[in-house]
């Protein structure tokens, strides 16, 4: 059978012809048992398809996809929950930190006697690791004890 | 459930009747209800739902070939053991065979042939969904059909 008329018997199935295609097509058809067959072949193959789909998944599927439905927003709802007691309960403790802060540092200013970085954090006067380092023995070791 | 029965024949129509295709169909409706708000109506509920379901069984498919799960026993020629129905008095294979036949097909031949032969959906809309030509809806229509003709000759006489 030639292929081009094969081509144009399954396009006239799903697609549209050309007046000239669907000319040479019937007349293909009118001159063919083997291509008549095959035309009956599918139509009846495209038929049991459809026959053989499955209609649902089964009982009590709807009510599966709702109880899923339903227990993922519970958990959106305890998840979005839990994070707004954190970020409340953050706060707090940011604003209480900051509180503290703030009166070390003037603490430390007022204790300090100037007002500078290292009063502000009270490391004014205090020995560095340097100095230690760089100190003679005997000086460090009298520091020390 | 409205639209169940469409969502069933896409997902069993390309898993074939598998645990999983359950949990799919699960996993579609999920993702229908979630993305309802990105819903903008350009297609019609019908054909947005079975997008869903054709993408989300595609995706089953490729985690069942990255895991190397096999399909089935039978090999790529044959469609298993089930009388025809000449046996019973009616014409043709059974429609269970053509099932298992549709089953043997490759994913994009599959994928044609559920959307329209067992869907009903147009070559129009059946490129819409899948997000390719109309054109090559029709090249594939055709090598499926083909193909499936191919894999009933043994059980069916007259296919």
Do not use: C, W
Request: charged content about 30%; proline content about 4%.
């Amino acid at each position: 059978m030639e292929e081009r008329i094969r081509e144009l018997l399954y396009r006239s199935l799903d697609g549209e012809l050309s007046p000239d295609e669907k000319k040479d097509l019937d007349a293909a058809l009118a001159g063919s048992q083997e291509l008549r067959r095959e035309r009956d072949d599918l139509l009846m193959m495209r038929g049991l398809a459809k026959d053989g789909a499955a209609p649902s998944f089964g009982p009590f599927f709807a009510q599966r996809v709702m109880n899923t439905i339903r227990s993922e927003r519970e958990e959106e709802a305890a998840g979005a929950r839990f994070f707004e007691s954190l970020l409340h309960t953050f706060r707090r403790v940011a604003l209480v930190g900051a509180a503290i802060a703030v009166f070390l540092l003037i603490y430390n200013i007022n204790q300090g006697g100037s007002v500078s970085v290292a009063a502000a954090f009270g490391t004014e006067g205090e020995t560095t690791i340097e100095e230690v380092l760089t100190a003679p023995v005997e000086e460090t070791l009298e520091e020390l004890l | 459930m409205r639209y169940e029965p469409v969502v069933a024949a896409t997902v069993i129509g390309m898993l074939g009747n598998s645990p999983e295709a359950e949990d799919v169909g699960q996993e579609t409706f999920i993702r229908f209800y979630k993305s309802l708000k990105n819903f903008r109506g350009d297609s019609s509920v019908k054909t947005y739902i079975t997008r869903i379901a054709m993408n989300q069984a595609i995706n089953e498919i490729r985690r069942r070939t990255r895991r190397g799960k096999v399909f089935s026993s039978a090999p790529a020629d044959e469609i298993g053991d089930v009388p025809d129905r000449s046996s019973t008095g009616s014409d043709g294979p059974d429609p269970e065979v053509v099932q298992r036949a549709i089953q043997k097909l490759d994913d994009d031949f599959r994928s044609v042939i559920v959307l329209r032969l067992i869907d009903g959906y147009s070559t129009a809309e059946t490129a819409e969904i899948l997000n390719i030509p109309v054109g090559t809806v029709l090249s594939r229509l055709s090598r499926a059909q083909k193909r499936l003709r191919d894999l009933l000759k043994p059980v069916a006489g007259e296919l």
